[in-house]
């Protein structure tokens, strides 16, 4: 049979049509391992994850998620990570991501510079413009998803998050998984103590005919697991549901710290954005609006 579909396939090859890659493209800033983050937050002599812890605990950053995984064919390429990196991105939500869902990402011009900074919260705005990073960042390819980790156990170790991972407002999602590899991923993440999120169907749920008690099987790799290793894994088809799920969980974890109730309209007055805001205004409103009082 393996003979067969190869001889097939040789004999079939002057049929193909000619390749057709597209002329567009788009830019991106790779290389955000967690090396270099702690680089770019303290510098070569004072590198450290201090200055993101404080923005989490001061509110300007609501959490952090990670957008990884592939395409599915199952649904329109690129939609699921496109909308659920936007939609966070609004509501002040940090994010990083490898693989196929940073290609998304990229193709939506988020990864280049300060670019795309219209789209994103008005306390993540702030620090993106102060420390020159884009809102959303690129960490490898997606066998890198460790580094992932690996930033959220310096997180920890900085201090004012919690004693573990699984304190931290964060959240992991793989909107369009579709391969078993993905499976094993997202379980040594829980492992970890990080909630994943999967989008699309259960491999699991609604199968009695595959799995037997499968419905167990669904709360016990969630509430089971979340006992067990302060993580949970879910799988959420509707991109709506997936947002509204992360929101609750970092609000969750935020309460559980004692830190401040998610505030937007406590930032957002200062940096590059308010400076542009300010200069479109007429003379007399503009020198009103940076000294407080009417000027004659």
């Not at 597209?22 to 510098?43: D, K, R, T, V, W």
């Not at 609004?90 to 490898?98: A, F, G, M, R």
């Not at 196929?100 to 008005?122: H, N, R």
Request: charged content about 25%; hydrophobic content about 40%; glycine content about 10%.
């Amino acid at each position: 049979m393996a003979k067969e579909i190869l001889r097939r396939a040789i004999d079939n090859f002057k049929n193909r049509g000619e390749v057709h890659i597209p002329a567009a493209q788009s830019e991106l800033i790779p290389g955000f391992s967690h090396e270099y983050i702690n680089y770019m937050l303290g510098g070569s002599y004072r590198a450290s994850f201090r200055p993101l812890n404080d923005a989490i605990m001061a509110g300007r950053i609501r959490g952090v998620a990670a957008i990884v995984g592939c395409n599915n064919p199952r649904s329109t390429q690129d939609y699921l990570h496109s909308y659920v990196t936007q939609e966070l991105l609004k509501q002040d939500v940090l994010i990083v991501e490898t693989g196929c869902g940073a290609i998304a990402t990229a193709k939506l011009g988020l990864m280049l510079g300060e670019a795309g900074l219209d789209q994103v919260g008005p306390g993540l705005r702030e620090i993106c413009e102060t420390v020159g990073i884009p809102p959303v960042l690129h960490m490898g390819s997606c066998v890198d998803n460790s580094r992932i980790l690996t930033v959220l156990t310096q997180m920890v170790e900085e201090g004012g998050l919690g004693d573990d991972i699984d304190q931290i407002p964060a959240v992991g999602l793989a909107p369009e998984w579709m391969s078993e590899k993905a499976l094993s991923i997202g379980a040594y993440c829980v492992a970890s103590g990080v909630y994943v999120i999967f989008g699309g169907s259960s491999p699991v749920s609604g199968m009695p005919d595959r799995v037997s008690d499968s419905d167990l099987v669904s709360r016990y790799i969630s509430e089971g697991w979340e006992k067990l290793y302060g993580g949970k894994l879910e799988f959420i088809p509707d991109p709506e549901e997936m947002v509204r799920k992360t929101l609750e969980h970092i609000d969750k974890k935020r309460a559980a710290l004692g830190l401040p109730e998610y505030d937007p309209s406590r930032f957002g007055r200062s940096g590059d954005a308010r400076i542009l805001e300010l200069e479109k205004l007429p003379l007399p409103e503009r020198r009103e609006a940076l000294y407080g009082v009417p000027v004659r």
